[in-house]
């Protein structure tokens, strides 16, 4: 059975950091691309990264770009997003999920981040 | 970017009516080369994850009810629930994979008339 479960969220000032981790279990992890995408309270979805399984290649929201790294390690079975200098706007739950590839076919609980003073 | 749009926002059908959910990309996501529309269906139940439903714009995930279907290519899609039961209250989300960034439409909310 395909698990993934983040952790790392919590309350976090302005202009503070996050590491964001996805434990990925019953599949073959380093065989897929990964992605992040987030929810802010009460709205919609929003992409914010990827990494891909077969050449490395990364990719982000122009919303988070220079201030969030995606990584991985493969054997950790892991997924990890690091992210800076937060703001009020990057509030929202967190989740992993991973790709058939293309569409998400399994997605993690989520983790909530909120960034607040 | 390509832009993600659904309609309607919200809709209410009784039990074991049609329920259609529209969605419209501002560029097309039919990659030429495989004939593949880049667009998946997911559902979202209050305090869960989305759930997938439906990829290459018509494919079932294993697991979902046959009540469910995708249909459309190009730029317009359409999700279709043939016989509305109590558990499909739910936000239906498209997404389009076809480019980076990928983009999610905003929702449709579905409730029971």
């Known amino acids: 059975e395909v698990q993934l479960l983040e952790s790392g969220g919590g309350l976090v000032q302005p202009g503070g950091s996050l590491r964001l981790s996805c434990a990925a279990s019953g599949f073959t992890f380093r065989s897929y691309t990964m992605n992040w995408v987030r929810q802010a309270p009460g709205k919609g979805l929003e992409w914010v990264s990827t990494?891909?399984?077969?050449?490395?290649?990364?990719y982000y929201a122009d919303s988070v770009k220079g201030r969030f790294t995606i990584s991985r390690d493969n054997s950790k079975n892991t997924l990890y997003l690091q992210m800076n200098s937060l703001r009020a706007e990057d509030t929202a739950v967190y989740y992993c999920?991973?790709?058939?590839?293309?569409?998400?076919?399994?997605w993690g609980q989520g983790t909530l981040v909120t960034v607040s003073s | 970017d390509i832009v993600v749009t659904q309609s309607p926002d919200s809709l209410a059908v009784s039990l074991g009516e049609r329920a259609t959910i529209n969605c419209k990309s501002s560029q097309s996501v039919l990659y030429s080369s495989n004939n593949k529309n880049y667009l998946a269906w997911y559902q979202q139940k209050p305090g869960q994850p989305p759930k997938l439903l439906i990829y290459?714009?018509?494919t079932r995930e294993s697991g979902v009810p046959d009540r469910f279907s995708g249909s459309g290519s190009g730029t317009d899609f359409t999700l279709t629930i043939s016989s509305l039961q109590a558990e499909d209250v739910a936000v239906y989300y498209c997404?389009?994979?076809?480019?980076?960034?990928?983009?999610f439409g905003p929702g449709t909310k579905v409730d029971i008339k």
């Open positions: 290459w714009a018509s």
């Open positions: 990494f891909s399984s077969s050449d490395g290649s990364t």
């Open positions: 997404h389009q994979y076809y480019s980076i960034p990928q983009t």
């Open positions: 999920a991973k790709s058939i590839p293309g569409a998400y076919d399994h």
